[in-house]
Structure formats: C-alpha cells, structure tokens
C-alpha cells in the first residue's frame, strides 16, 4: 500500500502485512476510518479511507 511520508516529502510502498487497521473517534461521535504503518526511518504512516475499503483489507486491528 502506498502511503505519504512527510519527512521524506515522497510516497513510499508499504507491505501489506505491515499495515495495522485502526478507528479514531472525533468529536461529535464520527468515526474515522485508517491504516497506520512504519517506514524505515521510523516515521509513522497515517493514511484514512472510506468505510467500505477498510472492511475490505485483510489486516490486523489496532
């Protein structure tokens, strides 16, 4: 899966059994829908889809 990582200011292939399914909760009880990840430097990878396509991966819950 590709992600965006700001500190690199570049995409960057992730594989997919890295990748951890995870929800946020705002404000007004709305659900967010993500995967997160880990590049190789370390930074974090945040990327939110739509419900549908998140049911859809075979991934881990975070």
Not at 4 to 20: F, G, H, L, Q, T
Not at 21 to 27: L, Q
Not at 35 to 56: I, P, S, Y
Request: glycine share 4%.
């Amino acid at each position: 899966m590709q992600f965006y990582n700001v500190k690199k200011r570049e995409k960057v292939d992730i594989a997919d059994s890295e990748i951890k399914k995870t929800t946020y909760t705002v404000r007004g009880g709305q659900v967010r829908y993500a995967v997160r990840a880990v590049d190789d430097d370390g930074t974090n990878l945040t990327k939110f889809m739509k419900k549908e396509d998140w049911d859809a991966l075979d991934a881990p819950t975070e």
